[in-house]
């Protein structure tokens, strides 16, 4: 069984109460159809499950075959240094149809970023080491495709409409 290498750390994005029974980490790419097709399931899964949740994104952009994939990171990293990840993470999912270069500035725009900083910091060495890391991370916990789940820190074998069954599952 995999398991999630390194841990959960402050270089994470969490959403959900610290207090949370169970974590969700998902790597992703935002230019990955499955992931599109995870994502309003797992803001079902949020709304449903409200408190007893932790959820946390971690980036695995399969840059071979998404152009937009490791751009779409940095657009992500680049909100996330004024506070507004989940902003533009929702954001880019929403508009997965349409992800182009023009894009990312676009959404800084409509989710209230400053631009001029935001395009600054799009250029940043660290925000590319950091998406390069969670790589790394996915590759060590032994992702092998997008989405990927680890409840609680153990791989979970199946998609995100599997993920919200054995939820309700638990719950009930």
């Given at each position: ?5 390194p ?6 994005h ?6 949370a029974?169970?974590?969700?980490v998902?790597f992703?790419d935002?230019q990955?159809?499955y992931c599109?097709d995870a994502y ?5 899964i949020?709304?449903t499950?409200?408190?007893q949740?932790k959820f946390?994104?971690?980036h695995?952009?399969?840059a071979n075959a ?13 909100a996330?240094l004024?506070?507004?990840f989940w902003e533009?993470h ?9 992800l182009n270069d023009e894009?990312f ?8 970023l ?5 395009q600054k910091?799009?250029?940043?060495e660290e925000?590319?080491t950091?998406i390069e890391d969670?790589?790394?991370s ?5 992702v ?6 680890y409840?609680?820190?153990?791989k979970f074998?199946?998609?995100a409409?599997d993920l ?9």
């Amino acid at each position: 069984m995999s398991t999630l290498k390194p841990e959960i750390n402050d270089q994470d994005h969490i959403l959900g109460d610290d207090s949370a029974s169970i974590t969700i980490v998902e790597f992703g790419d935002y230019q990955c159809p499955y992931c599109g097709d995870a994502y309003p399931i797992m803001k079902e899964i949020e709304e449903t499950f409200g408190h007893q949740i932790k959820f946390i994104f971690r980036h695995f952009p399969l840059a071979n075959a998404h152009e937009f994939a490791f751009p779409a990171a940095i657009a992500a990293e680049a909100a996330a240094l004024q506070g507004k990840f989940w902003e533009m993470h929702d954001a880019l999912y929403e508009n997965q149809y349409r992800l182009n270069d023009e894009l990312f500035d676009e959404l800084a725009e409509t989710i209230g970023l400053d631009l001029e900083q935001f395009q600054k910091d799009s250029a940043s060495e660290e925000i590319k080491t950091k998406i390069e890391d969670n790589f790394d991370s996915g590759m060590r916990s032994g992702v092998n495709g997008t989405p990927s789940f680890y409840v609680n820190g153990t791989k979970f074998d199946g998609g995100a409409a599997d993920l919200y069954q054995m939820l309700k599952e638990s719950a009930e």
